[in-house]
């Protein structure tokens, strides 16, 4: 600890994070930079993807100077080991998003079968868009039997007895028949991961052409399956979002109120205990605690969907998630999946904070258990809720530190949204497009990695994508780099170009919009299949791109391979482990072109990632005959 560089401004952009680390140190907190320079250097093989641990008849390497073994015991080369790996990473990352899009169709049936008393159906209009998608009889039906319908035919799209599934539907007809004819059409969302592990066992698959495709239906699964899923079911059971102001920043901890965190990505939990904070009988017991209030603040993507659709004000991105506790302001967090650092449980023994996991299969070290049902969910909520109320007295007044204040944003743009802020068709999009006021739109996404300085990736990109009049929609952890940064409220447009802030200034609108969580990278998907659609095109004609510049997860793997194989060009700030194999790289980054219209580049420099961007938006546009 005491040898941490104590420059904390070399290591996080933000105020907030560069104080709080100040405070860590004071405290002796550990945080996740300490952990990750103790990591260095890291390990040479595992970083280019060449270390295998398939099977007991290792763990092997391949010398990548050609000087040690180029074969694993079983025969392995670099190309087949460094393609099973990367398999491997899109199938946990599809796997992580699909099973919480299960997670929600479960309630969804729940809800249908009256044993849900916590939830109900937020939107029957998107139940109904939704039973149209799957083809269902609607007419005369209740919203709780189309909801059952809806989630048996969800379900069945996890299993494997359909030739493709239903939702894919929603894409282009090119992008559909490239899919069908290259032989990566999603049959099943479950079916792609399983096959994926097992293709990956050893003596499966040993083409890694074959296995780079097999990745890529695995990821087709997650996005226009499983995370589709998770965003449409979400938005039936809790609201379509729209767009509401907000706040960011640690600021938005308040002094003199019980503090609660939602930290995750399911809003199963999270949205009751929105509706338990508000709870008339535990508001009056914190006002009995001396507090003046309750504040629910959230986190990460669990986070990002309270924001979405009810405004909840948000604390920060992963890297920010001990620096959280670290306030010494917290009275509990609450915790279901995903991003969810198992640090957490001991940093919070500095402090008062009481440390909740709910969900069946994400257990952490030093936090007590409390498994959430949708049976039980709102009185196990209402429990929490009281508990945290009355840990308020137990608060270190010495302890507490919130030193900035917090910034105004907004968030809660759905397709649904964009389209209405449009007056209703993507009309007026595709012509500020065509004008070439707007020369295209990005997708900026993904997480925060100690590897790139926090929030750095996000904010610099993002800036110099919109100077140059392009559109920026962002989710998960970028989204709140970008709303810290002051990105996100209509005022932003100054720093837009000329065309770009013209649009921005006469919709009301920031010229970076908040699109959700994770998984709602599904709706820029969806969005790009509208606009495809619209001019007659296919997805990978358009002005558009997509990037990760900060990513550190599998999920953000089979996003990053999703977005590619709908045909959108993709920029990852941080290298995959795939540089043993120069035949993957190569594939990856210039043979997909051709086969699927779209390739993946590798740039940390967000200046020079914009430049990429740039150069290939205005290649599209040219193609496309716009600037003619
Ligand atoms: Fe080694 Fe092959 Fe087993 Fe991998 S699968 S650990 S390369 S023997
Ligand atoms: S929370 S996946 S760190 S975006 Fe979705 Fe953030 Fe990445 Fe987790």
Redesign the pocket.
């Known amino acids: 600890m005491s040898q941490f560089k104590k420059d904390f401004s070399k290591l996080t952009t933000t105020k907030d994070g560069q104080l709080l680390l100040e405070k860590a140190a004071h405290d002796q907190v550990e945080t996740v930079w300490e952990r990750f320079e103790a990591q260095q250097p890291h390990c040479g093989f595992c970083e280019m993807g060449l270390s295998c641990r398939i099977c007991a008849m290792g763990p092997c390497r391949i010398d990548p100077f050609g000087e040690g073994p180029s074969r694993g015991a079983c025969g392995a080369d670099a190309d087949i080991i460094v393609a099973r790996n990367l398999g491997r990473m899109v199938a946990a990352g599809a796997a992580a998003h699909s099973d919480h899009g299960r997670d929600l169709v479960e309630v969804l049936a729940k809800v249908a079968q009256g044993k849900a008393p916590g939830y109900k159906i937020g939107s029957p209009e998107k139940l109904r868009t939704l039973a149209g998608v799957y083809g269902l009889e609607i007419e005369g039906k209740s919203d709780t039997e189309l909801a059952a319908d809806l989630a048996h035919a969800m379900e069945e799209e996890y299993g494997t007895r359909q030739e493709r599934l239903t939702m894919v539907n929603r894409a282009p007809d090119p992008r559909l028949e490239l899919w069908e004819k290259l032989g990566v059409m999603p049959r099943g969302v479950d079916r792609e991961t399983s096959e994926m592990m097992h293709r990956t066992h050893m003596g499966v698959d040993n083409d890694w052409v074959r296995l780079c495709l097999h990745g890529v239906r695995n990821a087709l699964s997650d996005g226009w399956g499983g995370s589709l899923i998770a965003t449409e079911v979400s938005d039936i059971l809790f609201g379509v979002p729209k767009p509401t102001k907000s706040q960011v920043n640690l600021g938005v901890l308040k002094e003199d109120q019980v503090n609660i965190i939602v930290h995750g990505?399911n809003p199963v939990v999270s949205e009751t205990i929105t509706l338990a904070a508000s709870d008339p009988d535990l508001l009056a017991l914190a006002e009995q605690k001396g507090a003046k209030g309750i504040n629910l603040v959230g986190l990460?993507?669990t986070g990002n969907e309270l924001l979405m659709r009810h405004g909840i004000p948000m604390a920060g991105?992963?890297l920010m998630s001990e620096l959280t506790l670290v306030t010494g302001a917290v009275e509990m967090m609450i915790v279901d999946y995903?991003?969810i650092m198992p640090s957490l449980g001991s940093v919070a023994t500095c402090y008062h904070t009481k440390m909740i996991s709910t969900s069946d299969k994400a257990g952490f070290p030093q936090m007590e258990h409390r498994e959430f049902h949708p049976e039980i969910a709102l009185d196990l909520a209402r429990e929490l809720v009281k508990e945290a109320v009355e840990n308020y007295e137990l608060r270190n007044p010495d302890k507490v530190y919130l030193p900035v204040e917090p910034v105004e944003m907004y968030g809660g743009f759905s397709v649904e949204a964009i389209l209405e802020a449009l007056g209703g068709t993507p009309t007026p999009l595709i012509e500020a497009i065509k004008a070439g006021k707007i020369r295209g739109a990005v997708g900026v996404?993904?997480?925060?990695n100690p590897k790139i300085k926090h929030d750095l990736g996000h904010v610099e990109l993002t800036k110099r994508l919109i100077e140059n009049d392009i559109l920026v929609l962002d989710t998960?952890?970028?989204a709140v780099a970008n709303a810290k940064a002051g990105l996100k409220l209509p005022e932003a447009a100054e720093l837009a170009g000329p065309g770009l802030k013209e649009i921005c200034q006469a919709l009301g609108i920031p010229p970076v919009l908040h699109v959700g969580?994770?998984v709602d990278n599904s709706r820029i998907l969806v969005l790009a299949g509208a606009l495809a659609d619209a001019l007659g095109v296919d997805i990978s004609a358009l002005p558009l791109a997509g990037a990760a510049p900060e990513?550190?997860?599998e999920?953000?793997v089979s996003i990053g391979v999703y977005f590619v194989a709908s045909g959108v060009y993709t920029v990852l700030g941080v290298m995959p482990p795939i540089t043993g194999s120069m035949n993957v790289v190569g594939l990856l980054t210039k043979g997909l072109d051709d086969v699927i219209g779209a390739t993946f580049d590798v740039e940390p420099d967000p200046d020079k990632a914009a430049l990429l961007i740039r150069a290939h938006i205005e290649k599209k546009r040219k193609e496309l005959g716009l600037d003619a």
């Open positions: 990505h990460c993507c991105n992963h995903q991003c996404v993904g997480c925060n998960g952890c970028a969580s994770c990513w550190y997860s999920k953000a």
